[in-house]
């Protein structure tokens, strides 16, 4: 079985920076493998609205053309367990990155991040930094 990816938003900006080792992993998982929650690509929006560079909005089309985008509707009860369960440890986590750790579990996708320390807590949540891994 051929594993597919989650892509987080650091890791699409590492791409775009020419961050070599996560070009190398995805080219390797190949881009049908890859998919980018609606979270990150809000995150991308407002990241070049704040820049206003021109150069960001390009980035943002490619990776509208080369991912498939996935909604986040059907993570919403994911999501919710997620929060209520981490609430309840006194362990909050920002909710964009619960949307998109549930997005990635939901969809059985592996998560793709260099936010390890967030994304942990995460009991079941299957994690890679490509920053990091060979």
């Not at 990776?63 to 006194?90: C, S, W």
Request: hydrophobic letters at 40%; a neutral charge; proline letters at 1%.
């Amino acid at each position: 079985m051929v594993r597919q990816y989650l892509l987080d938003t650091n890791v699409l900006i590492d791409m775009f920076k020419g961050n070599q080792r996560v070009q190398e992993r995805i080219f390797r998982a190949e881009f049908h493998n890859c998919f980018v929650s609606e979270i990150s690509l809000a995150e991308l929006y407002v990241g070049a609205f704040k820049g206003g560079r021109e150069k960001q909005l390009l980035e943002i089309g490619f990776v509208r053309k080369r991912f498939h985008i996935l909604p986040i509707t059907d993570a919403i009860e994911q999501y919710a367990r997620l929060r209520v369960n981490l609430e309840r440890k006194g362990e909050n986590i920002d909710d964009f990155d619960l949307l998109i750790a549930a997005t990635a579990q939901t969809s059985g996708l592996t998560l793709v991040t260099h936010n390890l320390r967030h994304f942990e807590r995460i009991g079941g949540l299957r994690i890679e930094d490509w920053d990091r891994m060979s």
